[in-house]
């Protein structure tokens, strides 16, 4: 059995900034930017806006 090595506390916060400042703000701009997109698709398809 293989023993794991634990990770140190500057790679713990080197991975947590890096999903913090770069992978958290990345993905929410592909998130509104997909339902942005989304939406203009509906509109241009259908000719309005999608309704409830």
């Known amino acids: ?5 634990q990770p140190t ?3 713990e916060l ?3 900034l890096g ?3 770069i992978a958290a ?3 929410s701009v592909m998130v509104v930017g997909g339902y ?3 939406i203009w698709m509906i ?3 259908t000719g309005s806006l999608p309704t409830q």
């Not at 059995?1 to 090595?5: F, P, R």
């Open 36 to 38: 942005g997109f989304a």
């Open 9 to 11: 506390r500057k790679e």
């Open 25 to 27: 703000p990345i993905l």
């Open 43 to 45: 509109q241009l398809l």
């Open 1 to 5: 059995m293989k023993h794991e090595e």
């Open 19 to 21: 999903l913090t400042v």
């Open 14 to 16: 080197r991975a947590f």
